[in-house]
């Protein structure tokens, strides 16, 4: 309630608001999810008949015929705590990570890099059928799955469900948070709406962490919605709400620990929208290359990496050198090879498979379709390469 009345407010300030006016829609004194800022002279009223009694919303009557326009407020600031180079801006937003933490956050960067790597690779000769790699965006995933805890329910790419689950961990008094990814091409689906909503008004303890990396498949962020993006969404639904460098590791992992904080204690959504950039094509079924400059995808890939500052960032602390990056670039390969090679001797999991882990008990009509794909088997089955699949 205390974020709808925020945001109401600050909808109703006069059109030249400042990015500072928008932080009214965080509350102060979260490190990294809000500032504080003096609160504004409410007007006074000679009686209650002056004051709105409309259930659905917290406002205020005005006299004047003015219309709301999507660019009154300046865009929402994206909170970092690294620059490109490395660098600490703010030094009272330094987590202070151990080195052994920061190292592992490097190394499972990198690993991600390098299997991204030899399996799109992999793909183009055949040897799987399909992959999506994570170039550019690194940070977002790293840096957030650091600040979860091992308990918290975590619903991945490709594509999102989320809030039942969190209404569940609600009830059940868990004390565990669902987080939700999802691009900012899915915030265009009615199932992101649906849950933001539900999330709200049931007070649901979930984080909605959208990876904002420019590009939906082959469709930019320009064609895909009007407005300040995704995160200006959230007030709007009663969600509380920030923007941050995905680019910049320690500020998703912030971002992430405050937000699951909160969420498990408050028992209330969370939208974090994190701005990236997908340096890579969107699959192995896409050529990123019809539809952007080579040039626009090798500025981010060369200046504005989330691997490279943090590596800057290993190296102004003198806990990591080019030797050790050299000898970890080679293991780490060799790790991606072993485990590849390993699963490839493995025979394909049973087609049967194909039907179980879903329902307690299976429906008539899925059972009808095993039944099928066995009598199709048994029938054809010497077109198939059965042999390659377990029994």
């Known amino acids: 309630m205390a974020v709808a009345i ?5 909808w109703r300030l006069n059109r030249g608001l400042s990015q500072a006016a928008l ?3 965080r509350q102060p004194g979260a490190r990294g999810l809000a500032r504080s800022h003096p609160p504004r002279q409410q007007q006074q009223f000679s009686s209650l008949d002056d004051k709105p009694q409309f259930p659905g919303a917290s406002a205020e009557f005005i006299d004047k015929l003015e219309f709301i326009q999507p660019n009154v407020i300046s865009g929402i600031p994206i909170y970092r705590v690294m620059d490109r180079q490395g660098q600490i801006i703010n030094p009272s937003e330094d987590p202070h990570l151990p080195k052994e933490k920061v ?3 490097y190394k499972s960067m990198t690993l991600l890099n390098t299997m991204d790597r030899i399996l799109y690779e992999s793909q183009r000769q055949g040897r799987i059928s399909f992959y999506m790699t994570n170039y550019g965006e690194e940070g977002t995933h790293v840096g957030s799955a650091a600040a979860l805890d091992n308990t918290d329910l975590v619903f991945g790419q490709y594509r999102e469900a989320a809030v039942g689950a969190a209404y569940a961990a609600k009830r059940a008094n868990a004390n565990r948070v669902v987080i939700c990814y999802f691009g900012e091409g899915a915030a265009s689906e009615g199932d992101a709406h649906a849950g933001f909503n539900f999330a709200a008004t049931l007070e649901c303890p979930i984080i909605f962490f959208c990876r904002n990396n420019g590009y939906a498949i082959s469709t930019p962020t320009s064609e895909q919605y009007r407005g300040d993006g995704i995160a200006a969404r959230g007030p709007g639904y009663g969600i509380m709400s920030i923007r941050v460098d995905g680019n910049d590791v320690f500020a998703v992992y ?7 904080r909160r969420a498990v204690a408050e028992n209330q959504p969370f939208l974090i929208e994190a701005m990236t950039y997908r340096i890579g094509h969107h699959s192995t079924s896409d050529d990123s290359s019809a539809y952007r400059s080579v040039d626009e995808v090798n500025y981010w890939d060369k200046q504005d990496h989330p691997i490279s ?6 190296l102004s602390q003198g806990w990591w050198d080019e030797e050790q990056e050299k000898a970890w670039r080679k293991q780490s390969r060799r790790k991606v090879m072993e485990a590849f090679e390993q699963a490839e001797r493995k025979p394909k999991p049973n087609p049967n498979l194909l039907f179980s882990d879903v329902y307690q008990e299976m429906p008539a009509q ?3 379709q095993q039944e099928s794909l066995a009598r199709h088997l048994q029938t054809y089955g010497e077109h198939y390469p059965l042999d390659h699949f377990d029994k």
């Open 23 to 25: 932080l009214l829609l």
């Open 103 to 105: 190292l592992k956050l």
């Open 254 to 260: 912030n971002a992430t620990k405050e937000a699951r």
């Open 366 to 368: 899925l059972r009808k």
């Open 309 to 314: 500052r943090l590596r800057h960032y290993l």
């Open 6 to 10: 925020a945001a109401a407010r600050v």
